[in-house]
């Protein structure tokens, strides 16, 4: 078979890009190694994650909260089987409305490995070990990322475990472990310990979500620890040592000598994935990496090799499932002739806990390094009567503003529905508004978007209503 141009991988960036390519009228085929379409966010990533955190948020909510609200429940338990089953049917829901897509877009579907064989020739290895052959005009690598695992830290997917086994334990273990502060392990860690397990955290580095606003870190980290989250900041974890029923970690403080261990049932390794190129035949098409195994491309996302585009996690940048589709869309418009944009300044930031936190442009340290003159402005949830009203009160809006234009130039959120709200603060700075836009915005009455206007308020005069 010939195409116009063929995307290796099916997630959100491949799946889009494929779409938007067949929109422009070009024949298109995507290979997906694995049974399913939908890659890593749709199958062990985001969508299964988000399911688990809502049913967690959900138990947790009847256990501390209900009987505030005058609903009075007994022999509450947790159904673990359940849980994940209900899980399951959402990826299995979302998974086949890609497979739809495709259809309903005519693109061509190959399951199995595709590798280069020249730069215009790809192999498909099936899982029965045949191979075919397609040749293709272009090609979009889209094969996204998988979990670093070091091996002092004996990854065996039983009881030292990544992100992808964590979706599936048949049990709510009574303590785990998490290597890594950052977004993947803290949405996890919050599933489990809603539902009763003890979670420890050893992070490195002096703060939780470290990509974040400061302040985000802060008031996040005062949130889990209220569920009974425990953290070990500035430490490192040497090795560990899986059991039949257990684990053994042993930790180092960062900067002494000073050591310990901690007994779990679960070591959940949650330090960061690495992009995903094994095996794809890369050097027979002639396409260059660079030094952290990331395909290299231009202002355009193109390699050193013409028509051979990459997007998503397997370029630099954010690792972000909507960078990726954002990505796919631009170079499926870009190779047909139209002039795309992406801004990476406004891609929102977003973690998954309750509360959650959301973030787009830039951060307190980021605009001091740069020498930008700016202002502040904050209003924490508990002063809001949407908030009191659903027993939602943790956490708070920042916004930062230029000092001389009032224009916004960061807006950092951690309260509830925030992964929500963050797109009004992205289509607001897409088009430069100030401060004192949004302050004169009318936001209904009560909703936790007045926050926001609360906290242009605030960077505007210090003119905040409400506090």
């Avoid at 490995?113 to 899982?127: L, M, N, P, R, Y």
Wanted: glycine residues 8%; contains cysteine.
């Amino acid at each position: 078979m010939k195409y116009d141009v063929t995307i290796i991988g099916s997630g959100p960036g491949g799946y889009v890009a494929a779409i938007r390519c067949a929109q422009l009228g070009m024949k298109t085929a995507i290979i997906e190694r694995y049974a399913t379409l939908g890659g890593t966010c749709l199958n062990v990533g985001c969508i299964p994650s988000k399911a688990l955190l809502d049913s967690s948020e959900h138990y947790h909510a009847a256990h501390e909260k209900f009987a505030e609200h005058g609903i009075r429940l007994k022999d509450l338990s947790v159904d673990m089987a359940q849980m994940i089953q209900r899980k399951d049917d959402v990826v299995k829901q979302t998974c086949d409305g890609v497979a739809f897509l495709m259809k309903k877009n005519k693109i061509d579907v190959y399951h199995g490995h595709g590798s280069f064989v020249t730069a215009h020739e790809i192999s498909v290895t099936k899982d029965d070990g045949n191979t075919e052959k397609i040749e293709t005009d272009k090609v979009i690598i889209a094969t996204g990322s998988k979990p670093i695992t070091p091996d002092a830290f004996n990854y065996d997917k039983k009881r030292v475990i990544t992100s992808t086994e964590a979706l599936t334990l048949k049990e709510v273990p009574k303590r785990m472990v998490i290597i890594g502060g950052g977004v993947i392990g803290l949405e996890l860690g919050s599933v489990y310990a809603r539902l009763g397990t003890e979670i420890e955290v050893v992070e490195f580095l002096d703060r939780i979500i470290p990509g974040m606003d400061q302040d985000c870190s802060k008031e996040l980290m005062r949130s889990l620890k209220k569920l009974g989250m425990k953290f070990h900041l500035k430490h490192k974890v040497t090795t560990v040592t899986a059991g039949e029923n257990g684990v053994t970690v042993e930790v180092q403080k960062r900067d002494a000598e000073d050591t310990f261990s901690i007994e779990a049932d679960y070591c959940l390794v949650a330090i960061g994935r690495r992009p995903y190129t094994d095996n794809l035949g890369l050097e027979n098409a002639g396409v260059e990496k660079d030094d952290r195994g990331r395909i290299k491309v231009n202002d355009h996302l193109e390699t050193n090799v013409p028509g051979i585009y990459a997007i998503g996690d397997v370029v630099q940048g954010i690792m972000l499932a909507h960078k990726a589709e954002e990505e796919g869309v631009f170079v499926a418009e870009l190779m047909a002739g139209q002039k795309p944009h992406v801004d990476y300044n406004l891609i929102p930031n977003v973690v998954y806990t309750w509360p959650e936190v959301a973030s787009v442009g830039k951060t307190e340290d980021e605009l001091k390094a740069a020498g930008i003159s700016y202002k502040v402005g904050k209003f924490p949830f508990k002063a809001l009567g949407r908030a009191r009203a659903s027993m939602d009160t943790e956490g708070m809006i920042k916004v930062l503003a230029d000092k001389e234009t009032d224009e916004i130039l960061g807006v950092h959120m951690v309260g509830p529905r925030t992964a929500d709200m963050i797109a009004e603060a992205v289509a607001l700075m897409e088009f430069r508004a100030s401060a004192e836009d949004v302050a004169r915005m009318s936001h209904a009455h009560p909703t936790y978007t007045e926050a926001f206007r609360e906290a242009c308020l605030a960077a505007t005069e210090n003119r905040a209503l409400h506090i």
